[in-house]
């Protein structure tokens, strides 16, 4: 019996002498950070373009493809007295409700204008529930600050949006779709 409880001590012994001297996996989370991913997708972010004009044009295809029913958004026509974005109408009310928010990234791929972006930051914490809707002057940001964070924005041809990700097939006279 005590042969048989020395082995099995040993074998423990082994197992935890084995592991002291491998690199440990957990880091020390506020003074060290891992990398993130390249397709990580945090918060949301709204664009303006470098002349100081939104990108937005209040279509309200990113409140619609949203499942978790988190954007919120109210349209307004622009005047030529009054632009705030380069298409016919903008977004006047713009709100992303983010205890809703499932981060799955649709309203960025609905977006026919690439407004709507995830952007790196995940550190959202807050005392308040208020806190958790953002509204259109928190998510807004100039195109260079946002390109600090997804590089791809500022590249031409290369839009995060369904829109410029997706060419149309040309079909064949007489096929069936």
């Known amino acids: 019996m005590g042969v048989l409880m020395f ?3 040993a074998k423990g012994l082994a197992t935890t002498f084995k592991h002291i001297f491998r690199k440990p996996v ?3 989370y506020p003074e060290q950070r891992l990398p993130l991913a390249p397709r990580y997708r945090g ?3 709204l664009v303006k373009d470098e002349d100081g004009l939104e990108r937005c044009v209040g279509c309200e295809l ?3 493809a949203c499942p978790a029913d988190a954007i919120y958004i109210e349209a307004a026509e622009n005047t030529d ?3 705030v974005s380069h298409g016919e109408r903008y977004a006047k009310v713009y709100k992303i409700h983010m205890l809703r928010c499932i981060f799955c990234g649709f309203c960025e ?3 026919p204008e690439d407004a709507i972006f995830m952007g790196k930051e995940f550190e959202l914490a807050s005392y308040r529930r208020d806190d ?4 259109k002057q928190r998510l807004l940001l100039p195109l260079r600050e946002a390109a600090k964070q997804r590089p791809e924005l500022l590249q031409p041809g290369t839009g995060l949006g369904m829109g410029q990700h997706y060419e149309p097939v040309a079909q064949a006279a007489g096929s069936r779709p």
Do not use: G, P
Not at 132 to 135: A, E, G, L, T, V
């Open 26 to 28: 957990t880091v020390s």
């Open 132 to 135: 958790f809707i953002y509204d």
């Open 7 to 9: 082995s099995e001590l």
């Open 81 to 83: 007295e009054h632009r």
């Open 109 to 111: 791929e609905a977006c």
């Open 62 to 64: 990113c409140a619609v």
């Open 43 to 45: 918060r949301q972010f």
